[in-house]
């Protein structure tokens, strides 16, 4: 039974593990059967990518053969003449940067116009001065004869509780007085004497004392229409008022002093060029000429704003006035010297002529690069000119507060007054009168010279008013000036003067400018061109102002501040912040 037993058991062992032998191999040909499926898909993608990529190399040959072909050809097509034929060939498109291009285009013909604007302005201004320097010869001193009748007479018709003198008519005895008192002082001062011992020196001590004399003519021109504006306000100042002065006397002696010293300054300058004229190898005048483009140098290559630009145009109408005066000093001396030769008038005109052409030059560069380094357009001057124009209208209204002399002097730092006395000492001294046939030649002189001051006065006042319409700028003239404090700069007032009913802008224009002046009383606010004379020229970083109001006024695209508060002569005249 045992034996029975151990056998059964036996078997059923080795069925069992026949069963699990049988299972194993099963197993086992499913995980063969599985890796032969993914050794055919190997095969199957290896021949896809051998198919699709002929440059991977099958064998060793055929593959590397052809790469090495392509790399042939590659260095084939960078050949010489192949990159010669893409130079000459090779094409671009500009009107993919349309806008640059345009804008290039735009400063070129700014460039272009430029020339054409600053000469309008020059001629302009350069009428202005010259109607402020005829202003000194012919209608002053009538004006000044006229004030001092009414001073003699007037006290023995009776005040009737009227002024003495109005106060236009006290400024004018004053410059009367300073004209005089000038002119007879520099008698004492020799031309002769002056003119040796400056042709005595080197010529590099002359151009270094013709700088100078440029520097100290501007200082002079910015401290004296100051110390002339004291004078005037202290002679007019009402008496009901707390007197903050030294005095009148002291303030004329001042303006009589510097008078006498710019025109010995204008003389010095005037006889440096004279001078420069007379040099035989003409070097000093070459080197004062390239002076003037030395300039370029100077203000080309700094940062412009409108209203140093405005600024800097002033003081080039000044200058250029300046320059023609000086030519006519050293032509009146000259010719006395050789007896009113006309011979030699002919010797000296290529050289005015040199002068002249060279302020003209560096003046069209030096605007014509500063407005393109700045990208200032050259319709600027036409604004400029029209700001020009609404000084000359508000001193002709009927209530101006100030001359237009002093209104030029203010804005383009010209005072007439020295220049005047110097230019009067030089013709007395050169000019003979002598007989009644001279006597007669020197009224018709006079009378031609009045003439000339009217006709000028009356086309400058005709284009003024038509440069401030096309500005748009006449409802400015009938604005109420705000009230000031001393040391506050005043803003501008909104208020604006009404008119009747029924009357244009151009009949209150019109009106406004042939009515004589009257005097208000001080309860009554008087109705002053809204100017703004007085006031420093704000530095260019001040903060933006709106000045468009109601679309009637002139819009300026760039400026931080109103041009016509650009009236003040600073330090150099051309300060640039």
Same mark, same amino acid.
């Given at each position: 039974m045992l034996c029975l037993l151990v056998l059964r058991v036996k078997m059923a062992d080795t069925v069992a593990s026949g069963l699990g032998d049988e299972k194993e191999k099963e197993t086992e040909d499913k995980e063969k059967g599985k890796e032969k499926e993914k050794q055919a898909q190997d095969i199957k993608t290896g021949s896809e990518k051998l198919n699709s990529t002929p440059e991977i190399t099958e064998t060793l040959g055929f593959y590397e053969r052809k790469v090495n072909q392509e790399r042939k050809r590659s260095l084939s097509d960078l050949s010489l003449l192949r990159f010669i034929s893409t130079e000459l060939t090779r094409g671009y498109f500009l009107e993919h940067n349309e806008a640059k291009y345009t804008e290039r285009r735009e400063r070129v013909y700014t460039c272009m116009r430029i020339p054409r604007e600053l000469e309008k302005l020059m001629l302009f201004g350069f009428c202005l001065c010259l109607d402020a320097?005829?202003?000194?010869?012919?209608?002053?001193?009538?004006?000044?004869? &006229? #004030?001092?009748?009414?001073?003699? +007479?007037?006290?023995?018709?009776? $005040?009737?509780? +009227?002024?003495?003198?109005?106060?236009?008519?006290?400024?004018?005895?004053?410059?009367?007085?300073?004209?005089?008192?000038?002119?007879?002082?520099?008698?004492?001062?020799?031309?002769?004497?002056?003119?040796? &011992?400056? @042709?005595?020196?080197?010529?590099?001590? $002359?151009?270094?004392?013709?700088?100078? &004399?440029?520097?100290?003519?501007r200082l002079f021109s910015s401290f004296g229409q100051d110390i002339l504006d004291a004078l005037y306000w202290t002679a007019t100042e009402p008496q009901e008022k707390k007197r903050a002065h030294i005095g009148l006397i002291p303030h004329f002696f001042m303006a009589v002093l510097y008078v006498f010293l710019h025109a010995i300054l204008i003389m010095v300058q005037a006889t440096t060029l004279n001078v420069a004229f007379n040099s035989h190898n003409k070097s000093l005048l070459t080197i004062m000429m390239s002076n003037n483009f030395v300039e370029i140098k100077g203000s080309v290559f700094k940062k412009f704003e409108k209203n140093n630009l405005f600024q800097m145009s002033n003081s080039d109408i000044k200058e250029r006035f300046t320059s023609y005066v000086l030519l006519l000093i050293v032509c009146l001396r000259n010719m006395e010297q050789l007896s009113w030769n006309p011979d030699h008038l002919w010797v000296l005109f290529p050289d005015v002529c040199m002068v002249i052409a060279s302020e003209i030059a560096v003046d069209v560069v030096k605007h014509?690069?500063?407005?393109?380094?700045?990208?200032? +357009?050259?319709?600027?001057?036409?604004?400029? @000119? #029209?700001?020009? #124009?609404?000084? $000359?209208v508000s001193s002709r209204q009927k209530n101006a507060y100030t001359d237009y002399s002093d209104s030029v002097s203010r804005r383009m730092g010209f005072i007439p007054l020295p220049l005047a006395v110097i230019l009067t000492r030089v013709i007395t001294s050169s000019v003979k009168v002598q007989g009644s046939l001279a006597l007669i030649c020197a009224v018709l002189f006079y009378l031609g010279l009045i003439t000339l001051k009217v006709l000028n006065s009356?086309?400058?006042?005709?284009?003024?008013?038509?440069?401030?319409?096309?500005?748009?700028? !006449? !409802?400015?003239?009938?604005?109420?000036?705000? #009230?000031? +404090?001393?040391?506050?700069?005043?803003?501008?007032?909104k208020n604006k003067f009404r008119a009747p009913p029924g009357i244009s802008t151009d009949d209150r224009l019109s009106a406004s400018i042939t009515s004589q002046p009257v005097h208000q009383s001080e309860s009554t606010s008087p109705l002053l061109p809204n100017s703004n004379s007085d006031q420093f020229l704000m530095t260019p970083d001040a903060e933006e102002k709106d000045i468009t109001q109601a679309g009637l006024e002139l819009k300026h695209r760039a400026s931080n501040k109103d041009l016509l508060e650009i009236d003040r002569f600073t330090i150099c005249g051309n300060r640039i912040d």
């Open positions: 320097f005829l202003y000194v010869f012919t209608l002053l001193p009538l004006r000044a004869v &006229l #004030a001092l009748i009414r001073l003699i +007479t007037l006290p023995c018709c009776g $005040l009737n509780g +009227t002024r003495l003198l109005q106060p236009a008519q006290v400024c004018d005895v004053l410059k009367g007085f300073l004209m005089v008192i000038c002119y007879f002082m520099m008698h004492y001062v020799d031309y002769s004497m002056m003119y040796h &011992l400056i @042709r005595g020196q080197s010529v590099i001590k $002359l151009y270094i004392i013709y700088n100078m &004399l440029e520097v100290a003519d014509a690069f500063i407005t393109k380094f700045n990208d200032i +357009t050259a319709d600027v001057y036409s604004e400029y @000119r #029209a700001s020009l #124009a609404f000084d $000359l009356i086309v400058l006042l005709g284009k003024s008013c038509l440069y401030v319409k096309e500005a748009k700028m !006449e !409802e400015k003239l009938f604005q109420t000036p705000p #009230a000031t +404090t001393p040391g506050k700069p005043s803003n501008k007032s």
